[in-house]
């Protein structure tokens, strides 16, 4: 009798390779689910996994983030996530750490071996004690030296499938694009010159998935990862990797296919495996990856940290509350990652029909003025436009006056904590936790305006900031830490509970109100420089004999008190008991 999983496989392999190919699809998900069998064993069908709690967070980081000499960058992250950072790292996004020849690890050439600066296999599992690893699965393209595309200009397989060759043609001239560089590149092969698809940059050239062989690649390597520790996988840019003429070339039905595919591949490794796909686009467009509850587990909820970050550097929350006033029901099993500051930058596509022109000139601005820089994509039309500001997130919550520390301790804490309050998984990144400035002397080194937010530590330098109880890193931990014990403690700040925003109409505040198993929490934030004082009958529950207690702070209010009194840019969670 046929496995329901295999059944489940065989179908969407039917639906995406429909038209293009012509083999046996039942062959073809034996073969799939054959390459995990080994680990499927140890996958209990007959319970349903518990996907994330209230104490998870996702740690983002690249492998050599520490450099501890000449020890591996995985050896010398494990020694500081185990040190410092347990708090903040039940699940550990390792950024791509397979060999690659650019794009901080994005034009990936090997899927056998891992850059040697951060060590190999073993080091990757010891990671993984004790927690969970998130990794990359680059979908769309690999480095102009991976093996397939050598291959493929020799006339060889499997890579001679696997590359995706085309050329300009009226036919492309509706692709979206993320960058601004040409979309097709001349490789010189056996047979001359041959012009393949370069939606990253000419060192990342795309990827054939018409072709079985791909998606046999990359269940090979998502074995491989899963083996050692890897349970959720990122699907980055996975928006982009089927192409249609005539068509976008975004989003395609056989994209959501594809996520399902590997979801299945996934879940048949580990039950309690998560999806988690990237897509840096219009809202709407993101959550397509969640509404019918069988692609991902979770996608990246792109529009949060641009209108947190407008509303922090402006001073008014309207646009933000307006935004979580419409948050996404979503189905069961389902929810959003949440974040402010990632490797990338601030992703200015997921603000489309949520910030007027106006606005966003004044933010690209004050980014500016933060020292930030803004990266530019290129439309259908020729034009470029800002796609993505570069800037890390301590900078960016730097006062615009005479001294840019005022507040911005306060103002970086109150963007965490809110993070932290929403519905879905909070994920913090490694040089964000650790205050870290715009890294101005490596960007000028490499001239790639992403890393003014993609620091290096040198260890001895780093444990020197982080034993001085002063420091900011130091003062940063350990009130996140603290938040993220409470965190734990609290069914109504699960990721799965209610939320209800009571600061709809307003832009000075945002108080949001998390409710689950009974338990109400109520998150109030002061996005401004000023004292203000919240009636505490705003929150719409006063029961006879309750009192109000700030389970963050620590402190019971009186039972005479009417009001809520907060300090600039001030966070409190109150609870009734």
Same mark, same amino acid.
């Given at each position: =009798?046929?496995?329901?999983?295999?059944?489940?496989?065989?179908?969407?392999?039917?639906?995406?390779?429909?038209?293009?190919?012509? *083999?046996?699809?039942?062959?073809?998900?034996?073969?799939?689910? /054959?390459?995990?069998?080994?680990?499927?064993?140890?996958?209990?069908?007959?319970?349903?996994?518990?996907?994330?709690?209230?104490?998870?967070?996702?740690?983002?980081?690249?492998?050599?983030? #520490?450099?501890?000499?000449?020890?591996?960058?995985?050896?010398?992250?494990?020694?500081?996530?185990?040190?410092?950072?347990?708090?903040?790292?039940? #699940?550990?996004? #390792?950024?791509?750490?397979?060999? &690659?020849?650019?794009?901080?690890?994005?034009?990936?050439?090997? +899927?056998?071996?891992?850059?040697?600066?951060?060590?190999?296999?073993?080091?990757?599992?010891?990671?993984?004690?004790?927690?969970?690893? =998130?990794?990359?699965?680059?979908?769309?393209?690999?480095?102009?030296?991976?093996?397939?595309?050598?291959? @493929?200009?020799?006339?060889?397989?499997? *890579?001679?499938?696997?590359?995706?060759?085309?050329?300009?043609?009226?036919?492309?001239?509706?692709?979206?694009? !993320?960058?601004?560089?040409?979309?097709?590149?001349?490789?010189?092969?056996?047979?001359?010159?041959?012009?393949?698809?370069?939606? @990253?940059?000419?060192?990342?050239?795309?990827?054939?998935?018409?072709?079985?062989?791909?998606?046999?690649?990359?269940?090979?390597?998502?074995?491989?990862?899963?083996?050692?520790?890897?349970?959720?996988?990122?699907?980055?840019?996975?928006? @982009?990797?089927?192409?249609?003429?005539?068509?976008?070339?975004?989003?395609?039905?056989?994209?959501?296919?594809?996520?399902?595919?590997?979801?299945?591949?996934? /879940?048949?490794?580990?039950?309690?495996?998560?999806?988690?796909?990237?897509?840096?686009?219009?809202?709407?467009?993101?959550?397509?990856?969640?509404?019918?509850?069988?692609?991902?587990?979770?996608? +990246?909820?792109?529009?949060?940290?641009?209108?947190?970050?407008?509303?922090?550097?402006?001073?008014?929350?309207?646009?933000?509350?307006?935004?979580?006033?419409?948050? !996404?029901?979503?189905?069961?099993?389902?929810?959003?990652?949440?974040?402010?500051?990632?490797?990338?930058?601030? *992703?200015?596509?997921?603000?489309?029909?949520? =910030?007027?022109?106006?606005?966003?000139?004044?933010?690209?601005?004050?980014?500016?003025?933060? *020292?930030?820089?803004?990266?530019?994509?290129?439309?259908?039309?020729?034009?470029?436009?800002?796609?993505?500001?570069?800037?890390?997130?301590? &900078?960016? =919550?730097?006062?615009?006056?005479?001294?840019?520390?005022? +507040?911005?301790?306060?103002? @970086?804490?109150?963007?965490?904590?809110?993070?932290?309050?929403?519905?879905?998984?909070?994920?913090? +990144?490694?040089?964000?936790?650790?205050?870290?400035?715009?890294?101005?002397?490596?960007?000028?080194?490499?001239?790639?305006?992403?890393?003014?937010?993609?620091?290096?530590?040198?260890?001895?330098?780093?444990?020197?900031?982080?034993?001085?109880?002063? &420091?900011?890193?130091?003062?940063?931990?350990?009130?996140?830490?603290?938040?993220?014990?409470?965190?734990?403690?609290?069914?109504?700040?699960?990721?799965?509970?209610?939320?209800?925003?009571?600061?709809?109409?307003?832009?000075?505040?945002?108080?949001?109100?998390?409710?689950?198993?009974?338990?109400?929490?109520?998150?109030?934030?002061?996005?401004?420089?000023?004292?203000?004082?919240?009636?505490?009958?705003?929150?719409?529950?006063?029961?006879?004999?309750?009192?109000?207690?700030?389970?963050?702070?620590?402190?019971?209010? /009186?039972?005479?008190?009417?009001?809520?009194?907060?300090?600039?840019?001030?966070?409190?969670?109150?609870?009734?008991?």
């Amino acid at each position: =009798m046929q496995d329901p999983q295999e059944g489940d496989l065989q179908k969407l392999l039917s639906n995406l390779y429909s038209n293009d190919f012509p *083999g046996d699809c039942q062959t073809l998900s034996s073969q799939l689910l /054959q390459s995990l069998e080994w680990q499927s064993a140890n996958c209990d069908r007959g319970s349903v996994p518990v996907l994330w709690s209230g104490t998870d967070a996702v740690l983002i980081t690249y492998a050599d983030t #520490v450099d501890d000499g000449d020890q591996p960058g995985l050896q010398s992250l494990r020694r500081l996530v185990n040190a410092h950072l347990g708090a903040f790292a039940s #699940v550990i996004h #390792v950024l791509p750490f397979l060999k &690659s020849t650019s794009d901080g690890g994005f034009a990936v050439s090997s +899927y056998e071996h891992l850059d040697e600066r951060h060590g190999d296999w073993s080091d990757l599992a010891s990671l993984a004690s004790g927690r969970r690893l =998130m990794a990359d699965l680059v979908l769309n393209h690999v480095s102009a030296s991976h093996p397939w595309v050598r291959q @493929f200009l020799n006339g060889e397989e499997p *890579g001679g499938s696997c590359i995706l060759e085309a050329a300009p043609d009226p036919c492309w001239d509706d692709v979206v694009r !993320p960058r601004s560089s040409a979309l097709f590149t001349p490789l010189g092969g056996i047979e001359g010159r041959r012009m393949v698809w370069t939606t @990253f940059g000419p060192d990342q050239v795309d990827l054939n998935w018409r072709s079985p062989e791909v998606l046999i690649g990359f269940t090979r390597l998502l074995n491989q990862m899963c083996s050692n520790g890897v349970r959720w996988i990122r699907l980055d840019a996975v928006g @982009f990797v089927w192409k249609e003429p005539n068509t976008t070339c975004i989003h395609r039905p056989e994209a959501h296919r594809l996520v399902e595919i590997l979801r299945v591949l996934l /879940q048949e490794t580990w039950a309690d495996g998560v999806v988690v796909t990237e897509t840096n686009v219009p809202e709407q467009e993101n959550l397509s990856y969640l509404r019918n509850g069988q692609e991902a587990h979770l996608a +990246y909820n792109f529009p949060l940290p641009p209108l947190l970050l407008e509303a922090t550097v402006s001073g008014r929350a309207d646009l933000l509350n307006a935004w979580l006033s419409r948050w !996404p029901s979503l189905p069961d099993r389902t929810g959003l990652l949440n974040f402010s500051a990632c490797h990338d930058g601030v *992703g200015l596509r997921p603000l489309e029909g949520l =910030m007027p022109d106006r606005r966003l000139l004044q933010l690209l601005i004050g980014c500016e003025q933060r *020292g930030g820089l803004i990266s530019h994509r290129r439309l259908s039309n020729g034009d470029d436009v800002p796609y993505e500001i570069n800037i890390s997130w301590w &900078s960016a =919550m730097a006062d615009g006056g005479i001294d840019p520390s005022h +507040y911005q301790l306060e103002r @970086f804490l109150l963007t965490q904590l809110l993070v932290m309050v929403l519905p879905g998984v909070p994920a913090f +990144y490694l040089p964000a936790l650790l205050a870290t400035p715009n890294d101005v002397s490596r960007f000028r080194r490499t001239g790639q305006r992403r890393d003014l937010n993609r620091p290096q530590f040198r260890t001895e330098t780093l444990e020197r900031r982080l034993q001085d109880p002063e &420091s900011n890193a130091t003062r940063v931990l350990q009130s996140l830490r603290h938040a993220m014990t409470i965190r734990g403690t609290m069914a109504s700040l699960h990721p799965d509970a209610d939320l209800r925003v009571i600061s709809s109409n307003r832009s000075d505040l945002v108080v949001l109100e998390r409710s689950d198993q009974g338990q109400s929490l109520f998150a109030v934030h002061n996005m401004t420089p000023t004292r203000l004082n919240l009636p505490l009958g705003n929150l719409g529950v006063t029961p006879d004999g309750c009192r109000w207690f700030d389970c963050l702070n620590g402190f019971e209010l /009186q039972a005479a008190q009417r009001q809520l009194q907060l300090e600039p840019y001030d966070v409190v969670w109150l609870v009734q008991r």
